[in-house]
């Protein structure tokens, strides 16, 4: 059975409470079912713990979340009263996006050490563990690899317990398969190993036949378990048009590949309102994409897409 369509914004800056409160409250009018900060030091201004406190403040069913926390950036401890207090004040409102941490620029500029990717993992599957101990009634006493935790009971306890969706995404096996046991969303992202975002490798890694892999690795993982998984698409560049063709070739050209593959690519979205629906319904046949993040100055743009699509 598919699961309906919903959708989301994700907003890395804004210049006032005002303004963030305005992009807010028009996501949740046009139907959005969520908000997103990302957590990165550089070309992101927000806190996403504050921001997010603020855009449950001003709206009343819109979810909130960041998209996603990197996890070498804070203790779990700390972490989870974070964000216990934010799904408290939200009430019941978040959907907790965590990760491994990938931004060389960020570790570089924070003087934090960046170790390897199975390190980062195994030290993000630890966090993920304290977490939902600590969210869990009674004391957590965890003692792993990277964390240490004796007889603490988190409080507050999140409204929504065990229940609460945890937000994982990635685009290589190991960081799949730790989404596919543990998080309730999973993004399907690039594979961003490189530590930078615009590197052809990464570009590659989102064409349709590398996430056919990302999709057979988290069936694989999840086993059983599989249909209890919303998988998430973000997207860096929507445009709509009744005339795609010279974008369409371009896109083609700068992946190396047909212009059908390259629209098909789960990164972008461009086209009339009719084939941008028609878009969106392939790839949710294809790799079960029914949640579909946006940057926040799309809101408006894809809203009709929205209105057509969004629970059904």
Known sequence: MERP?????????????????????????????????????????????????????????LRVGPLVLGNDYKHPVVLAREMATLDLLSGGRLELGIGAGW?????????????????????????IAILKGLFAPGPLTFHGEHYRVTDLDGMPKPPQGANLPFLIGGGGQKILGLAAREATIVGINANLRTGEGDSRETAQSLLPEATDQKLAWLRAAAGEGYARLEIQSLLGFV???????????????????????????????????DSIVDLLEQRRERWQMSYIVVPIESTETLAPVVARLAGK
Do not use: N
Not at 11 to 20: A, D, H, I, Q, V
Not at 114 to 126: H, N, Q, T
């Open 239 to 273: 445009h709509v048009t009744d005339d795609a063709s010279d974008i369409t070739r371009a896109m083609a050209g700068s992946f190396g590949v047909s212009e059908a593959d390259a629209v098909l690519a789960p990164a972008t979205l461009v086209g009339s309102v």
């Open 5 to 61: 369509f919903r959708f989301g914004v994700i907003t890395p800056k804004c210049g006032s409470g005002r303004e963030l409160t305005e992009q807010a409250r028009k996501a949740e009018a046009l139907g959005y079912s969520s908000l997103f900060v990302p957590d990165h030091f550089v070309d992101h201004d927000l806190a996403p713990t504050v921001a997010l406190t603020h855009v449950a403040a001003v709206t009343d069913t």
């Open 103 to 127: 931004m060389t620029v960020d570790y570089d500029k924070a003087g934090l050490p960046l170790d390897r990717p199975s390190v980062r993992i195994a030290r993000l599957a630890e966090s």
